[in-house]
């Protein structure tokens, strides 16, 4: 599979860029990208919900009123979890929400979006650029010129390059990525994802 490179004007190049098949054309698992989804949010996850069982709860331990005779049900504690302010029964309590997932079931799901974005023409590729100065409105005539301004976009760099993320931080429905931290979350949240020309031999490098 070959793509047109374009430049940051949206031009065509007239150079082309070869697309491994074993990365962008494989037939996606969408079950390895719900894994793949799954983990990653679990893992923003801090888990460090609590709230007070009985034993925890401040109050007297004086039973309440005799055993029997009433009329009504047994009460022995007013931290019960049936009276107002007790504790609570069965409520969260902190935990770790990450598991373990198989590096190549992580190498699948991200092969899966990224041939699934080849295949209906969601994927683009440009030529490597940079910033002289941040700037949010070169990034927004960038994306412009892309025709990817009007929807969630993902760019994805083979390096790090301060100017254009600084450029890029304030704009809500885009996001830099760099190919060695690229995650299937921020591929599938991506309505168009355009990779820098230098990152395409990175991310074929690393999935394969």
Known sequence: MKLSVFNIKGEETG???????????????????????????????????????????????KKLKKQKGTGTARAGSIKSPVFRGGGTMFGPEPRDYSFKLNKKVKQLARKSVLS??????????????????????????????????????????????????????????TKVAIASELTTYDLVNADSVVLVESSVSQLQTTLN
Do not use: C, M, W
Not at 29 to 49: F, I, P, S, W
Not at 117 to 131: G, H, M, Q, R, Y
């Open 116 to 173: 699934d974005k080849a295949k209906s023409e969601k994927l683009s590729v440009i030529e490597d650029f940079s910033f002289d100065a941040a700037k949010t409105k070169d990034f927004i005539a960038l994306l412009s010129n892309l025709k990817v301004k009007d929807s969630k976009s993902l760019v994805v760099l083979g390096g790090y390059n301060k100017n254009v993320y600084l450029s890029s931080r304030n704009l809500k429905n």
């Open 15 to 61: 150079r082309e860029v070869e697309l491994d098949q074993s990365v962008f054309g494989i037939e996606p698992n969408e079950h390895a990208v719900y894994l793949d989804v799954k983990q990653y949010l679990a893992n923003q996850r801090q888990g460090t919900h609590k709230v007070k069982t009985r034993n925890e709860i401040s109050g007297s331990t």
